[in-house]
């Protein structure tokens, strides 16, 4: 039999220590306490480290914050469960960044307790379940959505991510989202949404990029009949749609300079006014920011204001690119084929070990949109040599070295030999179309490839009944 994990409770309210104690060891857990932080360390110090620290925030003296911070350069390791005042929000939010593992408000009941305890307590899980159980999870969670929206967290850096939107959704402050082009942060926002206090209510996204400024400003705050040329009735912007919601404006560094103060403004004081109105709104929305712009130089250059930044900035969350989690690629690969085979009617395609080798070399700089486009692409063309030809078209591009001196030994060389690979390729399609009179489905036989797949070498290669005669003369010159 396995002993009951050790416990130190932190906490200079003497009736709280004694409840708290209380409902612990009700579960059979072994409980030390401690009045103070200064305490806490000097047990942690001449004893054995505890399974677990439950910490309160706010005490005279060392307080939470202080004592997290000390007991994680003493031992990095170590599980702490924080216990805040509701109106603690900025020390909560410091507390998750410094690696606490969970946390809960006062006062709280039993349940809360005791779940964030097992939930501290409970063993890391290898790696593949891990990833599985945080894949159902999190799809069934946003179902009703996207069905193309999909979590999944398998690398070290990914995980850590979960943990914190575990966490910081019960925050009620902005949270920045950071990442390339397609890394998923929109559907990170979507799970912070879900896991908020907020996800009985809307959640609306605003493309600041899709609109000019004057459009998005309406697009945001609304506007009242006759408050330009063309507005014959009056219409409630996003930040009325979101109201008691949760509202994404993504790629929040392309919105103007004008819009971004008057943004500020809102942040700021919680109210706003529609366009053409003369009372003001209540803004209840939890604003979630998104980009893919270099923060720091878009400060630097103006074109993001620093005042904005920092009060988006409550919390920061950093999206890596697919080639930073490539350990992740096979199962993405596995849900992207089975969600779109559904979504087809089709049967799932496999995936081949050769194709999957040539997805993990791949840098794909598309990230998770290009992944699915390309599963999408296989479904439909149902030819796994064209796809990894793509592959390795674009690897022979993006592996080019731009040096004069180098550029015929390396990226020349290999743009040489797919130059020379794709006109063979295309004169024996074209010399098979001639062939069979243009019958495309006697070439496809002809060639051993798919109908699907041929026209799409057909497009690829701009082959046509008119241009035979000039792809004849192309192909010779070469």
């Known amino acids: 039999m396995t002993s009951a994990p050790n416990i130190l409770l932190v906490d200079d309210e003497p009736s709280v220590l004694r409840y708290t104690k209380t409902l612990l060891e009700i579960e059979n857990y072994n409980v030390e306490t401690a009045a103070s932080g200064e305490e806490a360390l000097r047990r942690m110090n001449h004893g054995p480290a505890p399974n677990l620290i439950v910490l309160d925030l706010v005490m005279p003296g060392m307080d939470g914050l202080q004592t997290l911070e000390s007991c994680k350069k003493m031992r990095p390791e170590q599980k702490v469960v924080m216990i805040s005042c509701v109106n603690d929000t900025n020390k909560v939010v410091q507390a998750i960044k410094m690696g606490a593992s969970d946390y809960i408000t006062k006062p709280f009941l039993p349940p809360q307790l005791q779940g964030a305890v097992r939930r501290a307590l409970t063993p890391a899980q290898p790696l593949a379940t891990q990833a599985t159980a945080y894949s159902v999870k999190t799809s069934e969670s946003v179902d009703d959505l996207d069905d193309d929206l999909f979590f999944l967290a398998a690398s070290p850096a990914m995980k850590q991510i979960r943990a914190q939107v575990a966490l910081i959704a019960k925050v009620d402050v902005p949270v920045l989202l950071l990442g390339e082009s397609g890394v998923g942060k929109e559907i990170l926002a979507r799970l912070i949404h879900k896991m908020s206090i907020r996800a009985h209510r809307p959640m609306v996204k605003v493309n600041c990029a899709a609109l000019p400024a004057d459009l998005l400003e309406s697009e945001l705050f609304g506007f009242e009949a006759g408050a330009f040329t063309g507005a014959n009735k009056s219409k409630p912007g996003k930040f009325?749609?979101?109201?008691?919601?949760?509202?994404?404006?993504?790629?929040?560094?392309?919105?103007?300079?004008?819009?971004?103060?008057?943004?500020?403004?809102?942040?700021?004081?919680?109210?706003?006014?529609?366009?053409?109105?003369?009372?003001?709104?209540?803004?209840?929305?939890?604003?979630?920011?998104?980009?893919?712009?270099?923060?720091?130089?878009?400060?630097?250059?103006?074109?993001?204001?620093?005042?904005?930044?920092?009060?988006?900035?409550?919390?920061?969350?950093?999206?890596?690119?697919?080639?930073?989690?490539?350990?992740?690629?096979?199962?993405?690969?596995?849900?992207?084929?089975?969600?779109?085979?559904?979504?087809?009617?089709?049967?799932?395609?496999?995936?081949?070990?050769?194709?999957?080798?040539?997805?993990?070399?791949?840098?794909?700089?598309?990230?998770?949109?290009?992944?699915?486009?390309?599963?999408?692409?296989?479904?439909?063309?149902?030819?796994?040599?064209?796809?990894?030809?793509?592959?390795?078209?674009?690897?022979?591009?993006?592996?080019?070295?731009?040096?004069?001196?180098?550029?015929?030994?390396?990226?020349?060389?290999?743009?040489?030999?797919?130059?020379?690979?794709?006109?063979?390729?295309?004169?024996?399609?074209?010399?098979?179309?001639?062939?069979?009179?243009?019958?495309?489905?006697?070439?496809?036989?002809?060639?051993?490839?798919?109908?699907?797949?041929?026209?799409?070498?057909?497009?690829?290669?701009g082959l046509s009944p008119a241009g035979s005669r000039e792809f004849g003369l192309r192909a010779n010159m070469n």
């Open 240 to 461: 009325e749609m979101a109201q008691k919601g949760t509202i994404l404006l993504d790629e929040i560094g392309e919105m103007s300079a004008a819009l971004q103060a008057k943004l500020l403004h809102v942040l700021q004081d919680g109210t706003f006014s529609r366009l053409g109105g003369r009372s003001n709104l209540t803004a209840d929305a939890r604003v979630l920011a998104a980009t893919n712009i270099d923060v720091q130089k878009a400060i630097t250059d103006r074109t993001l204001r620093e005042d904005l930044y920092y009060r988006l900035n409550a919390f920061t969350m950093t999206v890596p690119p697919l080639r930073e989690r490539r350990e992740e690629i096979p199962l993405l690969l596995r849900h992207f084929m089975n969600n779109m085979s559904r979504k087809f009617g089709k049967n799932p395609l496999p995936i081949s070990d050769r194709l999957l080798q040539e997805c993990l070399r791949h840098s794909w700089p598309g990230n998770l949109r290009e992944l699915g486009n390309l599963v999408k692409r296989y479904l439909v063309l149902e030819a796994e040599d064209v796809i990894i030809d793509e592959l390795q078209a674009r690897g022979s591009e993006g592996n080019g070295d731009t040096s004069a001196g180098s550029a015929s030994a390396r990226g020349g060389l290999k743009a040489l030999v797919r130059s020379l690979k794709d006109d063979a390729e295309a004169k024996e399609i074209q010399r098979a179309l001639e062939d069979s009179n243009w019958n495309r489905k006697v070439a496809a036989a002809q060639l051993n490839i798919s109908y699907k797949a041929l026209l799409y070498k057909i497009k690829q290669h």
